[in-house]
C-alpha cells in the first residue's frame, strides 16, 4: 500500500514557475514508477509525465516537454514536478500516481493515486 500526497499547487501568472512535490508513504516507493496527471474543469484526466524506478528514464506528453522536468528523491520518498514557463492552459489539478508497471502511461496502469494539488495560471 503507497500513500501519495501532493503539494505546492498555487496561483502563478503566465511564465512563472512552481515546483510540486509528491510524498509517499511506505518503504516500497523506490520499487514504483511514479507519473503526474492534470485534470481540467470539464475534460478527462491526461497523463503529464512519468518516471522509472531509478530516475533514470523519463517519459513526457508533448504539451510539457521543454518546461517541466520530473525528478525522485528515493531516499525521500518523494517524487518532483518542477513546471517553468507555465501557461493558463496548465490550470488544472495536478494528481501524483504510483503503478507497479515499468512504463505506465494510461491512468488505468497506476494504482495509487493522491488527492490532487491546484494549479491556476493566470494570464
Known amino acids: 500500500q503507497v500513500q501519495l500526497v501532493e503539494s505546492g499547487g498555487g496561483l502563478v501568472q503566465a511564465g512563472g514557475s512552481l515546483r510540486l512535490s509528491c510524498a509517499a508513504s511506505g518503504r516500497t516507493f523506490s520499487s514504483y514508477s511514479m507519473g503526474w496527471f492534470r485534470q481540467a474543469p470539464g475534460k478527462e484526466r491526461e497523463f503529464v509525465v512519468r518516471?522509472?524506478?531509478?530516475?533514470?528514464?523519463?517519459y513526457y506528453t508533448d504539451s510539457v516537454k521543454g518546461r517541466f522536468t520530473i525528478s525522485r528523491d528515493n531516499a525521500k520518498n518523494t517524487v518532483y514536478l518542477q513546471m517553468n514557463s507555465l501557461k493558463p492552459e496548465d490550470t488544472a489539478v495536478y494528481y501524483c500516481?504510483?503503478?507497479?508497471?515499468?512504463?505506465?502511461?494510461?491512468?488505468?496502469?497506476?494504482?495509487?493515486w493522491g488527492q490532487g494539488t491546484q494549479v491556476t495560471v493566470s494570464s
Open positions: 518516471i522509472s524506478v531509478s530516475g533514470a528514464r523519463t
Open positions: 500516481a504510483a503503478a507497479r508497471a515499468i512504463a505506465p502511461t494510461s491512468r488505468y496502469e497506476f494504482n495509487y
